[in-house]
Structures are given as C-alpha cells and as structure tokens.
C-alpha cells in the first residue's frame, strides 16, 4: 500500500508542464554564390546596375559570395498570452527592414499576442505583412531567389494591431489597423507622413489542400506633410488589392499572386496605378529533390511607381531544389533571365555598356531548426 501511494504524485509530476514547454526557438542561416552572365567588371553592378540601384532585387545582392540572412525566432505560446521576436541578421536584413539603427534594424517581428478564446486572436507590435505569396525565408518558397513582385510592390512588416477570427475550418478573417508600410514607428524607411492608419483586410477560404484562396485589400493616406513646418496631409488615399491562390496534388504544388495598386497623384494632378502577376509550379521528383519554375510580369504604365527607370519587367526562373536531411535546402537557380522595358531599360551592366536583359544563376544553401 505504501508503495501504491508514494508513486501517484511521482506520476502527475511528471506529466505537470513546465513553464518553458511554451517557449520555441527557431534559427537558420541563408548563403549563396551568385553569378552574373554579362560578367560586369564591377561585381556589384548586379544590384547597382548600369543606371543605378535595380529596385527589384532582393537579397541576392552580390556577383559570387554573399551571406542573405542569419536569423533567430524565439516565441512563448501560452494559453491565452504569447509574444514573438524574430531577430534577422546580415545584408538581406537591411534590405528587408530598412532602418540604420543598430538595434532596430535587426527586427523584423516584435508583437505580443492575446487569444480570448480558440477563434479570434489579436497581435500588437510589429509583425510580417499578411499579403503576398513569397516570404523572406526561402525555404519556405520555391524557388532559392525571391520574385520581383514580391520585392518591388508588397508590403514587409507593419507596426499596429492585428485581428485574426477564424470562422470555421474554411474561413478566416484578418484585419489590420497599423502606422503604415514598413514603419515601426521609430524610423523604417521612413516616417509615415500624417495622422491615420492604414487599415487591412483579407479573407481566407481553404476548402482543402488542393486550394488555398487569400483575398486582400490594404489602404491609406499616401501624402506626407506632418511634421513641426508642413500642414497635416490625411487624404490621397493609396489602395493595394492582393489575391493569392495555392495548393498540392500530389507531387505537384502550385502558387499565384496577382496585385493591384492605385497610387495618389502626389502633385502630378493625376493617380496612377501599377499592377504585377506571378505564377509557379513545383514537382517532387523524390522524397529529396524536386524542381520548380516561376514566372512574372510587373507593369507601371505612368512610369510614376518606378520612376526614372523601366515601366515594365518580365523574369522567368527556374530552380533545382535538393533536401538530404531535414533541417537543410540547397537550391539552384540554374538560371533567371529578366527584361525590362521602357526608355530606361537598360539597366544591367555589361563589360561594355548596358542591356534591358539581365541573367544570372544563383545557388544557395540555407540550414534552418528548431523546436
């Protein structure tokens, strides 16, 4: 008897959680070797090109070697409370956060996190945009590069409050109120310009896994002007709509992403707009290897979005994609050809001048786990 009674605290003991059963850690390095096929004799020319910063690049930065990003996510998910910080490193930080301070620029995500009840969760702080197919982490794309559309006409982070009420297992419902477009409110690119919000909203619809449908619209006063010698400006509005549409069957995955983006006039005394389309495939060959394409078209038919430079582009990539353990991707962008147009296309540095064509492949290698 005596024994029987000494082992039933022993066993709810051991099934008693402990605080840090809450708590998960994430972290993942990202490096590549890049090569430019018009072998310009500047090694940077890739993203400085001939007519000065190629706007569409992301964080492939360089011609030959160069580290994108080392990261650190670190979350406690608790019952009803949680909180998030994602620390992100190395050049592709700066290009994704774009803020000189030296602790600041090493934030991409900072919220804390409330869930009332198992639907409807609220985050606070400052967090990675709801819109868009491709997201800075590339394992988590298809292809090891991350497309145009992505890079030149999506927002990154936002700083404000998000609401997120999932209705059934098909729908969901996301809400944004939030400084603004890559703003912390303590610099980004930028302050926002005037006293309202922007305001977001998306809907979910996942039937199963062979369709996933995200549809979003995001809005707010485009001008700028408050500041201790400007008057207030909190008209103009902006308006960007994003569909996204994904899924699997089988071996085979799909994604699209197609954006719309009405811009103010700004003085120009008229508002313009600029749109993008992307689309991709990708087919597991074995349990290790696989392939995947992308292709994409990005117009600005005022030349008011992309100013001073082409009002159109087009790329096309392709990509080898190799996993022999878990936790590792290596990915070949054997090859990703680009066409700007528009007077000022030619902007990829050559030996001898400049072309509207740019190609280049790009190999990375990306480590990431956690638990």
Do not use: C
């Given at each position: 008897?005596?024994?029987?009674q000494?082992?039933?605290?022993?066993?709810e003991?051991?099934?008693?959680e402990r605080w840090?059963?809450?708590?998960?850690l994430g972290?993942?390095?990202?490096?590549?070797?890049s090569v430019?096929?018009?072998?310009?004799?500047?090694?940077?020319a890739?993203?400085?090109?001939?007519?000065?910063?190629?706007?569409?690049?992301a964080?492939?930065?360089?011609?030959?070697f160069?580290?994108?990003?080392?990261?650190?996510?670190?979350a406690y998910?608790g019952?009803?409370v949680?909180?998030t910080?994602s620390l992100r490193?190395g050049?592709g930080?700066?290009?994704?956060?774009?803020?000189?301070?030296?602790?600041?620029?090493?934030?991409?995500?900072?919220?804390v996190?409330?869930t009332p009840?198992?639907?409807l969760?609220f985050?606070?702080?400052?967090?990675?945009?709801i819109?868009?197919?491709e997201?800075?982490?590339?394992w988590?794309?298809m292809?090891?590069?991350?497309?145009?559309?992505?890079?030149?006409?999506?927002p990154?982070?936002?700083?404000g409050?998000r609401?997120?009420?999932q209705?059934?297992?098909?729908?969901g419902?996301t809400?944004?109120v939030v400084?603004g477009?890559n703003?912390?409110g303590?610099?980004?690119?930028?302050?926002?310009?005037?006293?309202?919000?922007?305001l977001g909203l998306q809907?979910?619809?996942?039937?199963s896994?062979?369709?996933?449908?995200?549809?979003g619209?995001?809005?707010?006063?485009?001008?700028s002007?408050f500041?201790?010698n400007?008057?207030?400006?909190d008209?103009n509005w902006?308006h960007?709509f994003?569909?996204v549409?994904?899924g699997?069957?089988?071996k085979?995955?799909?994604?699209?992403?197609?954006?719309?983006?009405v811009?103010?006039?700004?003085g120009?005394?008229?508002a313009?707009?600029?749109?993008g389309?992307?689309?991709?495939?990708?087919?597991s060959l074995?349990d290790?290897?696989?392939v995947?394409g992308r292709l994409?078209?990005?117009?600005?038919p005022?030349?008011r979005?992309?100013?001073g430079?082409?009002?159109?582009?087009?790329?096309?990539?392709?990509?080898l994609d190799?996993?022999?353990v878990?936790n590792?991707?290596?990915?070949?962008d054997?090859?990703?050809?680009e066409?700007a147009?528009?007077?000022g296309?030619?902007?990829?540095?050559t030996?001898?001048?400049?072309?509207?064509?740019?190609?280049?492949?790009?190999?990375?290698?990306?480590?990431f786990?956690?638990?």
């Open positions: 008897m005596v024994l029987a000494t082992a039933e605290p022993l066993a003991e051991a099934t008693e840090y059963d809450d708590i998960s972290a993942f390095a990202d490096a590549f070797y430019d096929w018009h072998m310009p004799s500047n090694p940077q890739w993203t400085t090109g001939a007519a000065g910063d190629i706007p569409h690049r964080y492939d930065y360089t011609n030959g160069g580290l994108a990003f080392a990261g650190l996510d670190v998910n019952e009803k949680g909180a910080l490193y050049a930080a700066a290009r994704l956060i774009g803020n000189d301070n030296p602790v600041l620029s090493t934030i991409a995500q900072a919220f996190t409330w009840n198992d639907k969760t985050d606070l702080g400052q967090f990675g945009t819109y868009g197919a997201v800075a982490e590339n988590q794309n292809n090891y590069t991350r497309g145009a559309l992505y890079y030149l006409m999506q990154f982070y936002h700083t409050l609401a997120a009420y209705v059934n297992d098909t729908f419902l809400a944004l400084n477009t703003l912390n303590l610099g980004g690119f930028g302050e926002d310009g005037n006293h309202s919000p922007h809907a979910t619809i996942t039937p896994d062979a369709l996933n449908l995200a549809v619209w995001y809005g707010g006063a485009g001008g002007g500041g201790p400007a008057p207030d400006d008209g902006e960007f994003d569909v549409v994904n699997s069957v089988g085979l995955s799909y994604i699209g992403n197609f954006d719309f983006y811009i103010p006039d700004a120009a005394g008229d313009a707009f600029y749109w389309i992307m689309g991709g495939l990708a087919y074995t290790t290897f696989g995947a994409e078209y990005l117009d600005d005022k030349g979005y992309i100013s430079m082409y009002d159109g582009l087009f790329t096309a990539t392709a990509t190799y996993k022999p878990k590792l991707a290596i990915r070949l054997a090859i990703r050809i066409k147009f528009g007077a296309a030619d902007i990829y540095a030996k001898d001048g400049a072309s509207s064509v740019g190609i280049t492949s790009t190999l990375g290698v990306v480590v786990g956690g638990y």
